[in-house]
Nanobody, 123 residues
Framework: QVQLVESGGGLVQAGGSLRLSCAAA????????MGWFRQAPGKEREFVAA????????YYADSVKGRFTISRDNAKNTVYLQMSSLKPEDTAVYYC????????????????WGQGTQVTVSS
């Protein structure tokens, strides 16, 4: 089992940047594929990015490709989401998630979730 805690959210103007962090408690962080999802009010939770256990493979939603970067530091049990060129439509609660399985865009494939951190992008 792993506990996930996100941080780094906040209010930023369009075009700005934020870096989200997700710290994992547990000794087996490197065994998990890590993902980021987001959920805007009235919308379903959607995939943002994922990184494989070793960090060798990354996956992005088309809507964030080229603007967001997911990275992980297995020594620090932390996964990051660097967000640049932010747009008002990026406003959402961002969640990190972990799965023993391969990276997947389906949130149902992830076993553990953080509590979420709010990102608000003003126009």
């Amino acid at each position: 089992q792993v506990q996930l805690v996100e941080s780094g959210g906040g209010l930023v103007q369009a075009g700005g940047s934020l870096r989200l962090s997700c710290a994992a408690a547990g000794r087996t962080f490197s065994m998990y594929t890590m993902g980021w999802f987001r959920q805007a009010p009235g919308k379903e939770r959607e995939f943002v990015a994922a990184r494989s256990r070793s960090g060798a493979n990354t996956y992005y939603a088309d809507s964030v490709k080229g603007r967001f970067t997911i990275s992980r530091d297995n020594a620090k049990n932390t996964v990051y989401l660097q967000m640049s060129s932010l747009k008002p439509e990026d406003t959402a609660v961002y969640y990190c998630a972990a799965t023993y399985s391969i990276p997947d865009v389906n949130p149902g494939k992830y076993d553990y979730w953080g509590q979420g951190t709010q990102v608000t992008v003003s126009s």
